[in-house]
């Protein structure tokens, strides 16, 4: 069976950022959810993606909803996705960019002005 892109990564630095924005360490947030802490810490070394009944430990930890955890890992997939297909894309990395630094469209007119 194939890996599904990007999810070993999204999960990983998804579940990292949650857990570090609630200021829990890896030893805290195995001990909230009875999963064994170096499986914690190879989700988030990336070496594993979890099962289902651990994403539902972790959101259930993390104070979320399970379906909210799974769609913050997929939008992360598709960030790194993107990001991924940028890099590869030849034009992106030559041509200049007309994005401000957040990734929206400058206006042309404000270009030409400067």
């Known amino acids: 069976m194939d890996d599904y892109p990007k999810l070993t990564e999204a999960t990983a630095a998804v579940l990292t950022r949650l ?3 609630a200021g829990l360490s890896k030893r805290k947030l195995a001990s909230l959810t009875s999963i064994d802490r170096v499986y914690l ?6 070496k594993y993606r979890p099962t289902l009944n651990a994403v539902f430990l972790l959101a259930q930890a993390l104070g979320l909803p399970p379906g909210r955890l799974v769609d913050m890992i997929e939008a992360e997939r598709l960030r790194l996705l993107d990001d991924e297909a940028e890099a590869d894309t030849p034009e992106c990395r030559e ?3 007309d994005r401000n ?3 929206r469209l400058t206006d ?7």
């Open 101 to 103: 630094p957040q990734g």
């Open 95 to 97: 041509e200049p960019s």
């Open 19 to 21: 857990r570090e924005d």
């Open 41 to 46: 810490l190879q989700l988030e070394q990336k």
């Open 108 to 114: 042309p007119q404000s270009l030409s002005e400067t």
